[in-house]
C-alpha cells in the first residue's frame, strides 16, 4: 500500500522560504509510472494545484505560482520537496503531497494527509 | 484561470439522488476528458471518487457515477447515506501547448438531511 507523508516546519515568517518534504513509501518515486504533485487548500477553501516533478527531474508549475516553486526529487531516499520562496499570510495554507497516473494524468489516486503551515512573524 | 464553479450546498434525504455540478469552459472542462472528483472529510485528505470523467477507482461505491456535457461535468450520488456527508471537488485539466494546469471547482457541501 502506497503512503505518502508530509514534514516541515509548521511556522514560517514572511518574506522567508516554506520548505517541505513528501516520503513516499510502499512503492518507488522513481517507477516512472506517476507524477508527484503539490496541493495546497487554505482554511475553509478550495484545493490549487501547486505543481508536480517527474522521476527525471522533469517539472511543471501553476503559472501564478511559478516564480517562487521550486519541486525538486531525491530518488535515493524516496522523496520530493516543494520550496515557495517570498511567503506572505496568503500561504497560510494546508499543503498535501499526491501522486497522479502519468498514463492519464489529472487525477490524484494517493494523497499524504496534509501538513499545515501558517506564515506568520 | 478561475476556479470551477460548483454550488456550495446540496443536500438529500437518505436514499435520494442528488447531483453535484462542476462547470468550467471551453478551455478546460469542455476540451478534455479529464475531470475528476473528490470526497473530503473534515480534517482528511481529499478521495478520489472518479477520474477521466466517468471511471471509478477500485472500492469506489458504485453509486457513485461520473458524466459531463458541453463544459459542464457532474457527480451524482445515487442511494444516499449519511456517510457520504462530505465537501466534493471537482478537477479538470486547463493547460496548453505552452503550460501545464490543474484547476479544482469551488466544491460543494454535501449535507445528508
Known amino acids: 500500500q502506497v503512503q505518502l507523508q508530509e514534514s516541515g516546519p509548521g511556522l514560517v515568517k514572511p518574506s522567508q522560504t516554506l520548505s517541505l518534504t513528501c516520503t513516499v513509501s510502499?512503492?518507488?518515486?522513481?517507477?516512472?509510472?506517476?507524477?508527484w504533485s503539490w496541493i495546497r487548500q487554505p482554511a475553509g477553501k478550495g484545493l490549487e494545484w501547486i505543481g508536480r516533478i517527474y522521476t527525471s527531474g522533469s517539472t511543471n508549475y501553476n503559472p501564478s505560482l511559478k516564480s517562487r516553486v521550486t519541486i525538486s526529487v531525491d530518488t535515493s531516499k524516496n522523496q520530493f520537496s516543494l520550496k515557495l520562496s517570498s511567503v506572505t499570510a496568503a500561504d497560510t495554507a494546508v499543503y498535501y503531497c499526491?501522486?497522479?497516473?502519468?498514463?492519464?494524468?489529472?487525477?490524484?489516486?494517493?494523497w499524504g494527509q496534509g501538513t499545515l503551515v501558517t506564515v506568520s512573524s | 484561470q478561475s476556479a470551477l464553479t460548483q454550488p456550495a450546498s446540496v443536500s438529500g434525504s437518505p436514499g435520494q439522488s442528488i447531483t453535484i455540478s462542476c462547470t468550467g469552459t471551453?478551455?478546460?472542462?469542455?476540451?478534455?476528458?479529464?475531470v475528476s472528483w473528490y470526497q473530503q472529510h473534515p480534517g482528511k485528505a481529499p478521495k478520489l471518487m472518479i477520474y477521466e470523467g466517468s471511471k471509478r477507482p477500485s472500492g469506489v461505491s458504485n453509486r457513485f457515477s461520473g458524466s459531463k456535457s458541453g463544459n459542464t461535468a457532474s457527480l451524482t450520488i445515487s442511494g444516499l447515506q449519511a456517510e457520504d456527508e462530505a465537501d466534493y471537488y471537482c478537477?479538470?485539466?486547463?493547460?496548453?501547448?505552452?503550460?501545464?494546469?490543474?484547476?479544482f471547482g469551488t466544491g460543494t457541501k454535501v449535507t445528508v438531511l
Open positions: 510502499g512503492g518507488s518515486i522513481s517507477s516512472g509510472s506517476y507524477y
Open positions: 471551453s478551455s478546460d472542462v469542455g476540451s478534455y476528458n479529464l
Open positions: 478537477c479538470s485539466y486547463a493547460g496548453s501547448s505552452t503550460f501545464d494546469l490543474y484547476v
Open positions: 499526491a501522486r497522479e497516473p502519468t498514463y492519464s494524468s489529472g487525477w490524484y489516486d494517493y
